[in-house]
């Protein structure tokens, strides 16, 4: 080929000449671009055509996962909430029974308090009954004595 090239540079000065060399030119480039197409860029673009349905394909397969992890994380979340709401619904449940339970122990405490203040008043007063009793013997007794020591006799009784 640099042979008939070089040969169509020294005819006459021109460069382009049509003569048999130009055919030969064609049928090997003809040639070369079935050859080239067939062997190189077939192949080539099969591997790029196979390489962007796998980037699609990855891409897409990334997007549903993406919608996936988005919804899941949603979900996760309405999880949370809900749970976080219940613990703090038992919570307020717990609180409002133990308030309630206090509120019986408070008010058994008042009963029992006020029973036994009840007894001990009671008591005191019986105490204050004997004590008064005791004391009015005792008084009883005393005078029946000072009377015998002032007066020599028993008192509203008959003389000696």
Same mark, same amino acid.
């Given at each position: 080929? *640099? ?8 005819? $006459?000065?021109? +460069? ?20 080239? %197409? ?5 192949? +080539?673009? !099969?591997? *790029? ?10 891409? %897409? ?12 994380? @949603?979900?996760? $979340?309405?999880?949370?909430?809900? @749970?976080?709401? $219940? ?8 609180? +409002?029974?133990?308030?309630? $339970?206090?509120? *019986? ?6 009963? !029992? @308090? ?9 008591? +005191?007063? %019986?105490? @204050? ?32």
């Amino acid at each position: 080929m *640099l042979l008939m090239t070089a040969l169509a540079f020294e005819s $006459e000065g021109n +460069i382009v000449s049509p003569d048999g060399s130009l055919v030969f030119v064609l049928v090997l480039f003809l040639l070369f671009v079935f050859v080239l %197409n067939r062997v190189l860029f077939r192949p +080539i673009g !099969k591997v *790029l055509d196979q390489r962007r349905a796998l980037i699609d394909g990855d891409t %897409n397969e990334a997007r549903a996962a993406s919608r996936n992890s988005t919804a899941r994380l @949603a979900e996760y $979340e309405a999880a949370i909430r809900e @749970a976080r709401a $219940e613990g703090y619904r038992r919570i307020e449940q717990q609180r +409002i029974e133990a308030l309630a $339970e206090r509120q *019986l122990v408070i008010e058994e405490a008042k009963r !029992k @308090a006020a029973s036994d203040i009840e007894r001990a008043k009671s008591d +005191i007063e %019986n105490q @204050a009954r004997a004590a008064r009793g005791q004391l009015e013997s005792d008084a009883r007794k005393m005078a029946e004595q000072i009377s015998r020591t002032l007066l020599g006799r028993a008192p509203g009784g008959a003389g000696r």
